[in-house]
């Protein structure tokens, strides 16, 4: 019998760059998102924990840090822990996802858009480990929220810096970003301006949904320039309002 391939692979297996905990990163080549259309997606988490109990606990800061939308923390993270990161562990421990080196799988993804944090701050994993994943991929998007973090080190910050947005809720922190070289995804209230150096992301409501992000690939961090325009979109869903609150706390 035809043996089946592996959905998806553990790219990395050690401690948290954010907490020390124990994580892991599993990059997913079959997967498919409405928003984000055909991509690799990479889910970090917790290697000891469900996602969902991990949450609940407030001990998710070894996979998102100090993040302020943490749940926990009465946060309004727009990612359903219940489905894919829930779905993804429990694959995990089922043993569906072989270890690989990132660079095996980067070759594996050549050629195709990678999603960096799909769940997950990029940041609680080495660097080298997503720069060989991209290495010969069409594009990648990403973002971090950890992009002040002062207790990581400056180089691993820089490097990732090179492959992410920084995550900004408000007009000071993308000032904050710019001035730092970053550039930056900005969630903004209805009604909200668009800065200057700023532009719609396409794959919004208020775009048309006129791409996705496989078909956009714009927030793929500093590397090429932070004079690069910066996305900004209309905070939505369910959350949207507590969101705000959070934001201008
Ligand atoms: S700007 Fe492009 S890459 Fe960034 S979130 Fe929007 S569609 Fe995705």
């Not at 922190?173 to 903004?188: I, K, L, S």
């Not at 006129?210 to 369910?238: F, M, N, Q, W, Y």
């Amino acid at each position: 019998m035809k043996e089946r391939k592996p959905t998806g692979y553990v790219i990395y297996r050690g401690p948290s760059l954010l907490d020390g905990s124990p994580i892991v990163a599993i990059a997913l080549v079959h997967s498919t998102n409405a928003k984000t259309g055909d991509m690799v997606q990479t889910y970090i988490l917790r290697a000891d924990e469900n996602p969902l109990q991990a949450m609940m606990a407030g001990r998710d800061a070894a996979i998102c840090g100090d993040c302020k939308h943490r749940p926990s923390t009465g946060g309004a993270c727009y990612v359903n822990v219940g489905q894919g990161p829930n779905a993804v562990y429990k694959a995990l421990e089922r043993g569906n996802y072989p270890d690989a080196t990132p660079e095996a799988v980067g070759l594996m993804v050549a050629g195709r858009m990678v999603r960096l944090g799909t769940y997950g701050d990029p940041a609680a994993v080495p660097v080298h480990v997503w720069q060989w994943l991209v290495a010969q991929a069409a594009g990648r998007t990403g973002y971090t929220h950890q992009w002040r973090n002062e207790a990581l080190a400056g180089e691993h910050v820089a490097h990732l810096m090179d492959l992410v947005m920084a995550s900004c809720d408000s007009e000071a922190e993308a000032d904050e970003a710019r001035a730092m070289g970053y550039r930056y995804f900005r969630v903004r209230a209805n009604g909200g301006a668009v800065a200057r150096g700023e532009f719609i992301c396409p794959a919004s409501n208020e775009a048309g949904k006129r791409k996705t992000c496989s078909t956009c690939g714009a927030c793929d961090g500093s590397e090429r320039g932070a004079l690069k325009a910066s996305p900004t979109i209309i905070v939505h869903g369910a959350k949207a309002r507590r969101f705000i609150a959070i934001a201008a706390a």
